[in-house]
Each structure stands twice: as structure tokens, then as C-alpha cells.
């Protein structure tokens, strides 16, 4: 890399050699595999050891003579023919390789990073410095043993919105991420309280233009592999099908219901297969989890063989999410979710949307610490354990009752120093917190049976992500004030944070304006 021109020197570069192998691998070895597995059937049919098929005779026509097959299968038959047809497809194939890496090349110059590769059909991709979210590197399986990895250039506007540079040299690699956080100068914007102290661990205050230095990251925590596999088993589908097979077999061994019971197997099987997947792509996702501190965000190093590591800057985390199943209660384990600007809704990948996958409720006070340094630590336990109305939390009333006959009472929220805390569930405890400096707007919804009781629900809206925030079933009078109290709270939140944009100066009044559907629909909303 020393004799080469560095990569952020506007010169267009290309891949590593190996790239085309990588993104192809899978399916070039499935082809080399089958065609040497007839190949090496030839070979034994050619003297006469053939041991994969009965000798069955010759295939006869009407008139008694045996068939003369197909010149194809005749010409395929010959050990040398077949090697020699392998040898050519490899050929084709790695020339078609070798054209498609050396028309594929990147530059980072004049503001933004580029890729081209194509030859019949070229894309052209570009992604402005200024708008890069986050640079992420991920080492599946092959590319771990033979020193690569791929570069995730993540741009604001979504999931569709990223760039991805498969593959290069670890080294090289490691070195442009750097190099394209410290060109894009994403850092978080740390909040400043009116008096203009610092407020996280007495760092300096960094804008918007500073470059985010997380090479000396200090580590935080790790989660045993163990007790993730235990968590990932734990979960409600593989505890719901451990019911139906226990039931099924209970009723296998009554024979005047076994034919019925018998007859459902096949349909368990398909359900089965999709169970196992999900806990074992989450296996694969959350494995060798590690966290560290960068100062100005995480960096979240995970998986069994594909090994992704994520920075992700605080100023991009818009809610934050507590979640404990009551399989995990015995346990006393928790998951750590948040809301990721420009990550999109997608839930199938969710290795920057979970940060910590399962972990003691001490860990998850860790981690929060960093993301959420506002909020007192005493908040959070009133949050995940706390019930009623005490500790200054608003919670619903009598009315709700009959539809939450059970979380009635934990379903609250309160003002904790820069952040609105919701928890809620009595059999899955949740405790959603959002900086008001990250929220987006605020509604409130209300259907007929609500409406009969004088109820409503409050939304809270962020970025898209898995983590829901909303209350349930507040009084209708409590749910404007909820509106008042938050949005007035958020528009001081965004003035401190951006002085710079002048048209926070004056929120628009419709914002808490209540609209109502025409023609008496049973929906009311205020924005």
C-alpha cells in the first residue's frame, strides 16, 4: 500500500483481485463441486467400478437394440472431455471475473466517494462526504481467512442508500474507513446545558465540522456466547413450538385422536425450518458482541462469520429501547434497541439497531450511560421496574383498565433532564426514552371505543426503527398536556442544539393544533 497512491488522493483505484471470488464464491463452488462429482462417476463407470447407480441394462427400443444415448452424455462420459470442458467453464468464468474487476474502480475526491463497475450495463454511484452517517467495515467468513474486508459507506436517506466497496485489504480497508470519518467530520453534537458546561465525562464540545477520532475506542462490555445462545432459544416462537410438539406427541400416544395428530406433523415442518433460521441468523448477527467507547458514540463489533464492525455517532441515536421478555425475567436479562437515523425501518438486519443483544440490567445501565448521559440512572430503574404513579411518573387512569387489564398500571411517562421516559407491558417491561432534541413530531390518535371512554393514544415519532414510542389509553385531557408539555420541551431542545437554523426559532403553532377527519370519522389527530 506504501508504493500506491493513497486512497482519498482523488485517483480512481480498484478492488482487490479476489473480489469477483468473494461476491461469486458460493455458487462457483456449488458448479466446481457437482461437475467433479460427475466427473469422478465417469471415471469409476470407465472401469467398471460404478457404485451410484443399480445395474439396470442398457436401455432398449422396441425393436430390441440398446439404445445409442445422447452424443452430449456420450462426449461427457470421457474423463478427458469432461476435464477438459470443466477446465474451459473455469476459464470463462474467470475471464468474465477478471473484466468485471477491471472495470470496477473508486476514488474519494472532490467532496464525495465514487464507484463504477459494469461493462455492458455501468452504474455510477457517488455519495457526498457531508452526508455520510457512518463507515462500517464487514469480514464474512471467506474473507477473514484470505485478509479482506468490505467497506459500508452509509449515507443519509435509508438503507437503499448506501455504498459498498467489495473488496479490499484489511489494512487498506481499516485505513480508508478512518480516512472517510475524518473527511466526512461526523461527530456528535454534545448538548450543552444553559450554562454552557460540558456534558459528557468532561470532553470538549465538538461541532458539526470536527472529525470523529474513534481509533482508540476503550472497551465496555462483551456478551458471553453462551449466554446468548440461551437468550436467542429463549425466545417466544421456540417456546410456542415446544408447546404444539409436546402437545402433538401427548395426543400421538391417545389412539383415538393419534391419526389426527399424525396428520399435522407435515404442516409442523415448514414452521420449524423458519423457526430455526430466525434463531440462528441471530445467533450469526449478535455472535462475539462487543462494545466500545469512541468518545462521541459506539462501536459495536459482532458476528459469527460475517464479522461487521459499526460506529455509531451518538447524534445519530433517536430513541432508545429496554425490552425484557418474561423468559428472560428469571434471568434478569434486558435488550438494548434504538432508532438509527438513516438505518430505514428494515428489521431483518438489525446489527445497528441492537446494541446490546442480551445483557444484566447493570450492563444495559452502562451502555445508556454513554447513549443517554442526560438521563439519571435512578429514571431508568423507576422505568424497567417501577409500577403506579409514584416518583412523579403520569400514568393512565381507572378508565384504561379494561383495556390493558393487566399493564394498567405501569403504563406511564415522565420528564427526565433532556429525555421523555414511556414504559409499559406487565408481561414484556419496556422503557422507551427520546431526546427532545430528536423528536420529529408528536400526535395523538383516537379510536370509537376510546373515544366512548374519553381515551387516547400519544405518538411519539422519530426516526424509522424497531423502537415504538407511543402510550396507550391516556386520558384524553392528559394526552393534551402530554402534547403542550413535550412539544414546548422539544423546541427549547432544538434551539440549543442548532442555533444555527433560524426557522426553529418559531415553531409553526400547528404543530399542537388538533385536525379532525372529515365526514365524523371516529379518528382524531393533533400534530
Do not use: C
Not at 441394462?57 to 462420459?77: K, N
Not at 473527511?183 to 454534545?190: I, K, P, Q
Amino acid at each position: 500500500m506504501s508504493a500506491e497512491a493513497p486512497d482519498g488522493s482523488g485517483e480512481w483505484r480498484r478492488l482487490h483481485p479476489l473480489s469477483p471470488l468473494l461476491r461469486g464464491g458460493v455458487v462457483l463452488v456449488g458448479l466446481v463441486g457437482y461437475a467433479a462429482s460427475q466427473i469422478y462417476e465417469n471415471v469409476l463407470s470407465s472401469v467398471g467400478l460404478d457404485v451410484f447407480a443399480p445395474d439396470d441394462g442398457d436401455v432398449e427400443f422396441d425393436d430390441g437394440s440398446s439404445g445409442p444415448g445422447d452424443p452430449v452424455d456420450q462426449a461427457l462420459a470421457h474423463p478427458f472431455i469432461a476435464l477438459a470442458l470443466l477446465a474451459a467453464f473455469l476459464g470463462l468464468v474467470a475471464l468474465a471475473n477478471w473484466v468485471a474487476w477491471r472495470f470496477a474502480r473508486f476514488r474519494v475526491g472532490g467532496g464525495q466517494v465514487e464507484l463504477r463497475q459494469g461493462v455492458l450495463f455501468r452504474q455510477h454511484r457517488q455519495v457526498r462526504l457531508e452526508r455520510v452517517q457512518a463507515v462500517e467495515l464487514s469480514r464474512p467468513l471467506i474473507g477473514r481467512l484470505l485478509g479482506l474486508a468490505r467497506v459500508v459507506v452509509q449515507s443519509a436517506g435509508g438503507a437503499d442508500s448506501t455504498l459498498t466497496l467489495s473488496y479490499l485489504e484489511l489494512g487498506r480497508a481499516e485505513a480508508l474507513r478512518e480516512h472517510l470519518l475524518d473527511l466526512a467530520g461526523r461527530s456528535d453534537e454534545v448538548a450543552l446545558d444553559p450554562s454552557g458546561a460540558l456534558a459528557r465525562d468532561g470532553a470538549q464540545p465538538r461541532g458539526p465540522s470536527s472529525p470523529v477520532l474513534d481509533a482508540a475506542a476503550r472497551p465496555v462490555l462483551e456478551v458471553p456466547n453462551g449466554r446468548l445462545f440461551v437468550a436467542t432459544i429463549l425466545h417466544g416462537s421456540t417456546i410456542a413450538l415446544g408447546l404444539i410438539l409436546l402437545l402433538g406427541a401427548t395426543a400421538a400416544g391417545v389412539r383415538s385422536v393419534g391419526p389426527l395428530a399424525l396428520a399435522g406433523v407435515p404442516a409442523m415442518i415448514p414452521v420449524a425450518i423458519g423457526v430455526a433460521y430466525s434463531r440462528v441468523k441471530q445467533l450469526l448477527v449478535h455472535g462475539n458482541f462487543h462494545l466500545a467507547d469512541t468518545g462521541t458514540g459506539v462501536r459495536v463489533q459482532e458476528g459469527l462469520t460475517d464479522l461487521r464492525t459499526t460506529t455509531i455517532p451518538i447524534h445519530r441515536i433517536q430513541a432508545l429501547e429496554l425490552v425484557q421478555p418474561l423468559w428472560w425475567r428469571r434471568f434478569g436479562w434486558w435488550r438494548l434497541r434504538v432508532n438509527v437515523a438513516g438505518s430505514g425501518s428494515s428489521e431483518e438486519d438489525d446489527h445497528d439497531t441492537t446494541l446490546l443483544p442480551v445483557g444484566t440490567l447493570e450492563e444495559a445501565r452502562v451502555v445508556l450511560s454513554l447513549l443517554a448521559p442526560g438521563v439519571p440512572t435512578a429514571a431508568w430503574g423507576a422505568a424497567v421496574l417501577g409500577d403506579g404513579p409514584d416518583g412523579g411518573w403520569q400514568g393512565v387512569s381507572e378508565r384504561a383498565r379494561p383495556f390493558d387489564p393487566l399493564s394498567y398500571r405501569r403504563n406511564a411517562w415522565t420528564d427526565a433532564a433532556g429525555a421523555v421516559l414511556l414504559r409499559s407491558g406487565r408481561w414484556t417491561r419496556r422503557a422507551v426514552a427520546v431526546p427532545y432534541a430528536r423528536i420529529q413530531s408528536l400526535s395523538v390518535r383516537q379510536g370509537w371505543l376510546e373515544g366512548r371512554r374519553g381515551l387516547a393514544t400519544v405518538h411519539i415519532v422519530t426516526a424509522p426503527g424497531p423502537v415504538d414510542a407511543s402510550l396507550a389509553h391516556l386520558d384524553a385531557h392528559a394526552a393534551e398536556v402530554f402534547l403542550d408539555v413535550i412539544a414546548d420541551r422539544a423546541r427549547i431542545a432544538r434551539r440549543r442544539a442548532e442555533p444555527a437554523r433560524p426557522y426553529l426559532a418559531a415553531d409553526p403553532p400547528g404543530l399542537v393544533d388538533w385536525v379532525r377527519h372529515p365526514q365524523g370519522s371516529p379518528d382524531t389527530e393533533r400534530r
